[in-house]
C-alpha cells in the first residue's frame, strides 16, 4: 500500500514538471521502464534520470530461456540488471520476443530491490547504512566469492573462444532517435570498446581521445544482446570501434590500435 502511494505520487509529480524526485533512493520505479519490442527481442529502458534495478521473468517456453521463466525453482523474478539513465537492455534468452514479461524496478543500483515471492520493497539508503557488523562481513565475503566466480568465468570465455580472436566483424551499429546501439550478432560473447567525435552535452567522457586515451568505454555483450546509451553512443556520431572474444579484458589497447588477448 505504501509502495502504491509512493509510486502515484512521483507520477504525479512527474506530470506537474518536477521530474525526478531528489534522493529517490528506496522508492518505486517501476514507472521508469518501458518494455519495447523486436524481431527476435524485446527491450527494457530506463526512461528516466536516475540509475535504477530491474527485476524481471517471463512466460516464454521458447528454446533457451528456461533460466529466466517466472515461477522457476518456485522463485517468481529470475534476473535483475541495474540501468543507467536512457539505458535500454536486449537479450533474446531472458527477454524474448511475444512473451509476458513481468517486472519491477526501485531507484539505486544492484541489490536496491528485495524481492518476496511475486512482490518487491525498495530498499532505502538509511537501511544500507544501518547494516550491523556481522552482516557488512557477511556482504564483504559475498563480494570476495563473487569477484573469483566472475574471474573463472573470465578465464572460461577466454578458453572458449578463439586465441586472440578478433570480433569485430560480430559487432553491428544501429540508429535510434536518441541514442545508437551496439549489437552482438556472433554466438559467443565479445568485449567490445569504442569512441565516438560528437560534441553533444553529456557525452565528452566517451569522445575520442579525451585525455590523451583513444578507445574511451568497454563493455561486455552476450550473443545477441544489444545495449544503448544516448551519452556513450550518441546519434548522429561517428563510432570508432574494436572487439574481441571473451569476457571483460580481453581486449588491450594501444593507441588507436588494439589486440585480443
Request: contains cysteine; charged residues 30%; hydrophobic residues 20%.
Amino acid at each position: 500500500m505504501i509502495r502504491t502511494a509512493m509510486a502515484v505520487i512521483a507520477s504525479l509529480l512527474l506530470l506537474l514538471g518536477f521530474g525526478d524526485i531528489p534522493d529517490a533512493y528506496g522508492q518505486d520505479a517501476a514507472r521508469c521502464v518501458s518494455v519495447g519490442g523486436g524481431s527476435r527481442s524485446q527491450t527494457l529502458r530506463n526512461s528516466c534520470s536516475k540509475k535504477i534495478e530491474v527485476v524481471w521473468c517471463h512466460n516464454s517456453t521458447k528454446r533457451g530461456s528456461g533460466r529466466s521463466r517466472c515461477g522457476r525453482k518456485g522463485k517468481h523474478y529470475q534476473q535483475h540488471r541495474s540501468l543507467e539513465p536512457g539505458e535500454r537492455y536486449e537479450n533474446q534468452y531472458s527477454l524474448p520476443s511475444g512473451a509476458r514479461i513481468s517486472y519491477g524496478a526501485c531507484y539505486g543500483g544492484y541489490y536496491s530491490t528485495k524481492v518476496q515471492g511475486r512482490s518487491y520493497t525498495c530498499k532505502t539508503a538509511r537501511s544500507k547504512s544501518k547494516r550491523s557488523d556481522s552482516y557488512r562481513k557477511r556482504d564483504d565475503s559475498y563480494r570476495k566469492r563473487e569477484t573469483r566466480t566472475d574471474r573463472n568465468r573470465r578465464q572460461n570465455d577466454r578458453r572458449r573462444a578463439s586465441r586472440g580472436g578478433d570480433a569485430k566483424s560480430c559487432v553491428s551499429i544501429g540508429g535510434g532517435s536518441r541514442s545508437q546501439t551496439l549489437r552482438n550478432t556472433c554466438g559467443k560473447k565479445i568485449e567490445v570498446v569504442w569512441c565516438h567525435n560528437s560534441g553533444k552535452r553529456g557525452s565528452s567522457r566517451s569522445r575520442c581521445v579525451r585525455e590523451g586515451k583513444y578507445y574511451q568505454q568497454h563493455r561486455t555483450l552476450e550473443a545477441g544482446e544489444r545495449y544503448e546509451n544516448q551519452y556513450s553512443l550518441p546519434s548522429g556520431a561517428r563510432i570508432s570501434y574494436g572487439a574481441c572474444y571473451g569476457g571483460y579484458y580481453s581486449t588491450k589497447v594501444r593507441g588507436r590500435s588494439y589486440s585480443c588477448k
